[in-house]
């Protein structure tokens, strides 16, 4: 499951944001609480929790799919 996170942004401007780029995954707002949690240095950031709730990965700066997408599966082979 992917979720964004909206970190100390304004509210209304990030659902303009979300509605305007058609996301289709859940979005929350943070005040900083998960970001302090998951220590992220800066913005943007992917982190990556396992199915116990442990940060697996955490990649700062923008991703490309692809890059995100080896992590993810990489973490569901584990399963196997």
């Known amino acids: 499951q992917f979720l964004g996170v909206n970190v100390r942004d304004d509210p209304a401007r990030a659902r303009?944001?979300?509605?305007?780029?058609?996301?289709?995954?859940?979005?929350?707002?943070?005040d900083g609480l998960l970001s302090h949690a998951f220590r992220v240095p800066y913005y943007p950031a992917t982190i990556l929790v396992d199915r116990s709730g442990e940060m697996?990965?955490?990649?700062?700066?923008?991703?490309?799919?692809?890059?995100?997408?080896?992590y993810v599966e990489e973490l569901l082979d584990e399963r196997a």
């Not at 303009?16 to 943070?30: G, I, K, R």
């Not at 697996?56 to 080896?70: F, H, I, P, T």
């Open 16 to 30: 303009t944001y979300l509605e305007e780029f058609d996301v289709s995954y859940p979005s929350v707002s943070d």
């Open 56 to 70: 697996r990965s955490l990649l700062v700066g923008a991703q490309a799919e692809a890059v995100v997408r080896s």
